[in-house]
């Protein structure tokens, strides 16, 4: 029989390594929040920041009209894996003043977001982005493909061609006005016909929960509507789109660039049910970039990460595993 002494050399290290794993976990996530506050072009954007300096970095840009509350399991999922989040708020979407048509383009905002990030000192980084901030993703990666080590993009923006059908009238001056006001609280009926799909349509708890937490300030609204009228298709070609269905996202659509973000790992997940960005767009995202994994949420809606939050944060965690090994912490 081999010495006890030795069996206790051997099993030390391994469990001293393992030690020190999991307190980086725990200290990545339940680390202090840090807010910043930085200008660009005369906007405020403020950038909450947890987890230690040295990275690796996750920028987190939710979609519209949310906040870090619709991407807060998928924070932590990020953070249970060793990552510093930092949680990028549009103008209007935190701070005033709101955004204004002129500067609310999608490459503008790519920009936005970019120089927060250079401000914070994030030389390379992780997105995840829900549906607007998926689409600023997207155009991110295009723009400085460098900067992009990962894509995690949940029904993105600017992927194909089409949006909920109401997106026209948002962007009719008057009506859209009238639509994208500040809001108290969320409509029941919008959530359950529009966001969510049919396996939490019917969760009253559930629905209540987000009524309660869709509430829309006047700098929020005004930000929307910059967004929705900056990003449009041309004059002529909204007039002959009126009368038919679909074009909506042909002002500022990467379908065609999709394919030159091939080096780029990127994950991709979708609602089979979203009636905001239709789930069809992960079919066009698969075909231009066959790296890319792509996977289809049967009965979810555009909240999905929400809706499918286990599923959601299971692909995340093998993302980060099999595609993201060479930035996690070494043991």
Partial sequence: MRPVANLNSVSAPLFLTRLGEVWRRVRSIVAPMKEAIVEHGGYRIRVRTRGPARGPHAIVLPGMADTEFTLAAQIHELRRHGYTTHVIELPGFGLTPALRKESAHFPQLADLVLS??????????????????GGIALHIAVRRPAFVAGLILLAPAAVGRSLLWTYKLFCLPLVGRALLRPKRSGSRRYLRYFLLGSKRRDDEVFVERLVRRDRHSAAMARSMRAICWANQPSRWRRLLLLATPGGEQLGYTLREQVATLREIPTLVLWGSEDRVISARDAAVFRAANPGADVRVAPGVGHLLPLEAMEWVNAHIARFITTRLKELRPAA
């Fill in 116 to 133: 927060a990030a250079d401000k914070i000192g994030v030389e390379r980084a992780v997105i995840l982005g829900h549906s607007l901030g």
